[in-house]
């Protein structure tokens, strides 16, 4: 990973945070300052400097980028999170606070449910300055940790070094194979030594999957088709506390659980639905309005930067620091359940 070592200087047309954020003072204050684990300034602004179209542009390499780095990070945090550097984080899983009945029994307008966080080993270096021994170690005790899992979790793990032509197409096909990261994270050093320590865990049911050494080391994932969001959400809690007997998570009482990017800090969390919306989607400023109410994003069918198809539209919460696990989930029903009530009444 080539690295630019001077004060970088941006095109005007560039939007992202880092460069709004990082000033020739700052830059000069933090470039000589390195982490416990080697970790410097220009690594984690490298990806926004070789991708102006960044939306964020700087990635941590561990816990301590955030302090050692923090005049930068405070600001771009801050500015996403609207949340300040005094601020506590708070943690909530418990599944019994979440107040969500099924709302679309016959499946009118839910097509699947999918909530998932990230997770990233404590005392050890996240992605973007992790070794080839330690990302090894954490897909080591990560399989582990997932193999002993039973019950309704009880499933396989696949490395992905090594894995034969026909587990690759099974997994392509139930689409829950990752490929190495795109430019922004390759830039961020996280597609080194690709494809190994790396792997995918899936339950039976394949309503449980785990990626391991992705963008963070775990992202756990629970998901199923319709709109049971109480049950998925309970899914996932419980093979959270499962890993957690195995494996320490890195959390701050400041940013909530660790990760490599700012924007995932706190509760780590996507909640999302597959919705069907063609009536409410043909006036996107109603739409946008129920979004914003409830903390809602708006999303294309095959996520971030895709378009709906048939007025299908991935719908999930915003707010990730600051708020519990419960509060996004509840968010993210509340507001789907505020979004059928304005398509049923648009059918009339």
């Not at 396989?156 to 990261?181: R, T, V």
């Amino acid at each position: 990973m080539s690295q630019i070592n001077e004060f970088p200087t941006f095109p005007e047309d560039c939007t992202s945070l880092l460069s709004k954020h990082l000033t020739k003072q700052m830059y000069e204050q933090l470039k000589s300052r390195q982490t416990s684990y080697g970790f410097t300034l220009q690594k984690a602004i490298n990806s926004g400097m070789k991708n102006f179209d960044s939306g964020i542009g700087v990635y941590a390499g561990d816990l301590e980028s955030y302090s050692s780095f923090a005049p930068l990070f405070d600001g771009i945090i801050k500015e996403y999170h609207g949340f300040d550097k005094d601020d506590l984080h708070q943690s909530n899983l418990n599944p019994d606070d979440l107040n969500a009945p099924n709302l679309d029994v016959d499946g009118e307008y839910i097509i699947s449910t999918r909530i998932r966080v990230g997770r990233n080993f404590a005392n050890m270096p996240l992605g973007s300055a992790i070794t080839k021994e330690q990302r090894d170690e954490v897909e080591q005790k990560t399989a582990q940790a997932l193999n002993a899992l039973e019950g309704k979790l009880k499933g396989s793990y696949y490395p992905i070094a090594g894995m034969s032509e026909e587990i690759s197409q099974k997994l392509i096909a139930d689409h829950f194979l990752f490929k190495a990261g795109d430019r922004f994270l390759q830039a961020a050093g996280l597609n080194e030594d690709w494809p190994y320590g790396r792997g995918i865990y899936h339950n039976d049911e394949k309503t449980f999957l785990v990626w391991v050494n992705e963008e963070d080391q775990l992202r756990i994932i629970s998901m199923q088709n319709g709109g049971d969001i109480k049950e998925v959400f309970t899914r996932l809690t419980t093979a959270i506390k499962s890993l957690e007997e195995k494996i320490e998570f890195s959390y701050s009482e400041h940013l909530g659980y660790i990760t490599s990017c700012p924007t995932n800090l706190g509760t780590a969390m996507r909640a999302s639905v597959h919705i069907k919306l063609p009536n409410l989607s043909k006036d996107m400023k109603a739409f946008e309005a129920i979004a914003d109410k409830y903390y809602l994003q708006i999303r294309g069918i095959h996520g971030e930067h895709s378009q709906s198809e048939g007025g299908i539209y991935d719908i999930s919460n915003k707010r990730r620091l600051g708020v519990t696990e419960v509060q996004c989930v509840q968010d993210m029903y509340d507001g789907v359940v505020a979004l059928i009530k304005a398509e049923k009444e648009l059918e009339k």
